[in-house]
């Protein structure tokens, strides 16, 4: 389900956006919701200035890929070793747990 993520750094452009987002986390929920995300971005190239400019959103709604991010051994294990075996998820009291 979690394959083949774009890794942390990745620069998208989203459905019905004009500005490109930088993948700043991977698999997420928001403090109100019971959603699970695939990605959360920000402005790309401004980045982080407040907490309030964190973009969650899913991989089916990228419509274009600028740049794929830094990839190392240390984030291909990562990706291979947890990412790529993550089975069903769910949120319990504002926290992803697998089912």
Known sequence: ?????????????IEGAVRKLM?????????????????????????VSASDEMFFFNRDQIEELFFIGFQDPEALAFQHDVLDEL?????????????
Request: no cysteine; charged share 25%; glycine share 10%.
């Open 23 to 47: 993948v700043l986390g991977r698999i997420a929920t928001t403090e109100d919701e019971d959603m699970i995300y695939d990605y959360i971005g920000t402005p790309y190239p401004e980045g």
């Open 87 to 99: 089975g069903e998820l769910t949120v319990e009291n504002h926290r992803i747990v697998e089912k």
């Open 1 to 13: 389900m979690y394959k083949n993520m774009l890794p942390i750094g990745s620069v998208v452009r």
